[in-house]
């Protein structure tokens, strides 16, 4: 299977400061990532989509630039989520497309918690 | 737009036995792929098995097997000789080719011994 990490794992931070994700394909090349948010019991809700070398497509209510990402490399794209506050806690997961099995491979996510 | 339906949201199993998750989606696209994925408690999603819409056959890894009904929009999953690392939420997602994966609410399987 194809290998995908994040980090950090986890994040504690104050409110209004901002953090960064890091998503990375290991072992293959992604022109396309996706970052997701996940509530506890609950199914992923796509954030947005990260295409290398454009503008990421956000999902309807996601505010771009409350979310900031940047897919730089083939394998590396990252979610900053600035001016954080408690409402932004949760856990988020990022994944990439291999395009050659037209399949996502998930990272092991990332959990924030905005005090 | 595509709808994908879990329509258990709790089962449990007994170690050993088979279990069968259900899954239904709506589309009106004939190229697709289907997909189930696996979160354990560490809540990394883990790919179970993958089916191309075109292909008749139905896709199996190991325990795991579907039964895949294209007329019917049916995706079930099929577990054999449940293990108690099967615990986890599964989640059932349909994608159109370069496109984003659609999920459903998932279904919490628990395995008892």
């Known amino acids: 299977g194809a290998v995908v990490s994040q980090h950090p794992s986890r994040v504690i931070c104050k409110s209004g400061t901002s953090v960064k994700i890091e998503c990375r394909s290991l072992?293959?090349?992604?022109?396309?990532m996706f970052w997701y948010r996940q509530f506890p019991k609950q199914s992923l809700m796509l954030m947005a989509t990260?295409?290398?070398?454009?503008?990421?497509?956000?999902e309807q209510g996601v505010e771009k630039d409350k979310f900031l990402i940047n897919h730089a490399s083939l394998t590396l794209s990252t979610l900053t989520v600035t001016s954080a506050h408690p409402e932004d806690s949760s856990f988020y997961i990022c994944s990439a497309n291999r395009q050659a099995q037209e399949t996502q491979y998930f990272g092991p996510g990332t959990r924030l918690l905005v005090l | 737009a595509q709808t994908v339906t879990q329509s258990q949201p709790e089962m449990s199993v007994q170690e050993a036995e088979t279990v069968t998750l259900s899954c239904t989606y709506d589309t009106s696209e004939n190229n697709y792929y289907l997909f189930w994925y696996k979160q354990p408690p560490s809540r990394q999603m883990i790919l179970v098995i993958r089916q191309e819409a075109y292909k008749q056959q139905n896709a199996t890894e190991n325990r795991f097997s579907v039964n895949f009904q294209k007329a019917a929009k049916s995706f079930s999953l099929k577990i054999s000789d449940s293990q108690l690392g099967d615990t986890a939420m599964y989640f059932c997602a349909f994608m159109s080719p370069g496109d984003k994966l659609v999920f459903g609410a998932g279904t919490i399987l628990r395995v008892k011994s």
């Open positions: 990260s295409n290398e070398g454009s503008k990421a497509t956000y």
């Open positions: 072992d293959f090349q992604a022109t396309t």
